[in-house]
């Protein structure tokens, strides 16, 4: 085992153990830093108790060893409210958008003997087992195919798709008990959306369905590159596709004033294509799934596996929206709005 290498808990039981064991660290923690508080003279509140460093590093560290619904919780929960955490919480959690220790080669062999067969490596001239790239779900492997075509293997955890809605659950406990999550989130969106995002990523079929899609959609599109799938190399839980280079769109951060125009104009337009063009949305906002290739000045997209289909009804309500928005209507923006379905007939 590699200094980084870790075993990923496969069955659902051994996941909850996993939690409990947090909780009574934390629990233990607390005991120890209130009586030693109180020792002192002072009244520590439960909550400053429960929420130090420690404590965060604590649970940010066991959501990046489980994998799964509980980083994808952390990861939700460092994008979708990082205005309402602390700045200490906030840069803890975001890094569990990009950072996974990765899994046992064992576990990762048995992975692709399920996917791709016991002859898993006759498809392959060569295969890089140290990962290029960790997150929530999976994992992903530099390869060259037989034919000698530069690949990315995307190999998903063992175990996650059987723990989803378990984990789910288990962590938004978890993340209650410490008092991570601030009283204005509302938790039930959120662990909905978690699960329901989670079971659309589990399936690697679809996504490998979804990226040839969305290929034939930008052709047009000379400014975005999506790599070419493989489905003869995938499965379930193993999916190829082309391997394309790039650095973090987050990079253009100091890049000139122009070129970042360019390319968020670029998005917004995919963003629009998506909704109505397309009716095809990857709803994933994750910056890793962005890459921006220098040389070729183009946009490179990934990650699929968060993609949905809006049907005509869905697509014509965000179109009235807009218009609504842009004519300062705010009846006919509800009503838009209701026909998505943000509110209640």
Known sequence: MSDNESKIPTHRLSRIGQFASLATRIGGNVVAEGTKQWLKGQRPQTKELLLTPSNIKRVADQLAHLRGAAMKVGQMLSMDSGDLLSPELAEIL??????????????????????????????????????????????????????????????????????????????????????????DIDVKSLLDEAKKQLHAEANYQLECQYLTRYKKHLSDRSYFIVPNAYPNLSSETVLTMEFIEGDSIESLVTAPQTLRDQVMHNLLELLFAELFEFQLVQTDPNFANYLYNQQLNKIVLLDFGATREYSDIISMGYRKAFSAAIKNDDQALEAALTQIGFFSQ
């Open 94 to 183: 975001a890094r569990l958008r990009s950072d996974a220790n990765p899994m046992l080669s064992k576990q990762l062999n048995g992975v692709l003997e399920q996917g791709l067969g016991s002859d898993w490596k006759q498809h392959f001239l060569s295969f890089n087992f140290k990962p290029v790239a960790s997150a929530s779900i999976g994992q992903v492997h530099q390869a060259y195919t037989d034919d000698g075509d530069n690949v990315a293997v995307k190999v998903q955890y063992p175990g996650i798709r059987n723990s989803i809605d378990s984990d789910v659950n288990n962590v938004a406990t978890l993340l209650n008990l410490v008092g991570i999550i601030p009283k």
